[in-house]
Nanobody, 119 residues
Framework: QVQLVESGGGLVQAGGSLTLSCAASGRTFSRLPMGWFRQAPGKEREFVAAITADGSSTYYAESVKGRFTISRDNAKNTVYLQMNSLIPKDAAVYYC????????????WGQGTQVTVSS
């Protein structure tokens, strides 16, 4: 089992920045590909960013490319999402997730952290 706890959400003005953190426990973190997802009210959960287990590759949704950066510190069992140039459409509950190597499905999810962007 993997336990994931997000933090860092809050209220920010449009154009501002925020960094989310996700602390993992329960498994060997360095073997887990990680991802960030978000869900806005009335909308389906959507992919935001992902990072490989060793941090060598990252992937982004088109809507956040160039503004968001995913990173990880395997020594601290933590994955981050640096969000810059925030816009109101970025407002959502952000979830971090982990999947097993070789699996395309994210099995483990955090409880989410709210990001609110004021215009």
């Amino acid at each position: 089992q993997v336990q994931l706890v997000e933090s860092g959400g809050g209220l920010v003005q449009a154009g501002g920045s925020l960094t989310l953190s996700c602390a993992a426990s329960g498994r060997t973190f360095s073997r887990l590909p990680m991802g960030w997802f978000r869900q806005a009210p009335g909308k389906e959960r959507e992919f935001v960013a992902a990072i490989t287990a060793d941090g060598s590759s990252t992937y982004y949704a088109e809507s956040v490319k160039g503004r968001f950066t995913i990173s990880r510190d395997n020594a601290k069992n933590t994955v981050y999402l640096q969000m810059n140039s925030l816009i109101p459409k970025d407002a959502a509950v952000y979830y971090c997730a982990a999947r097993e190597l070789g699996s395309m499905e994210y099995h483990y999810w955090g409880q989410g952290t709210q990001v609110t962007v004021s215009s």
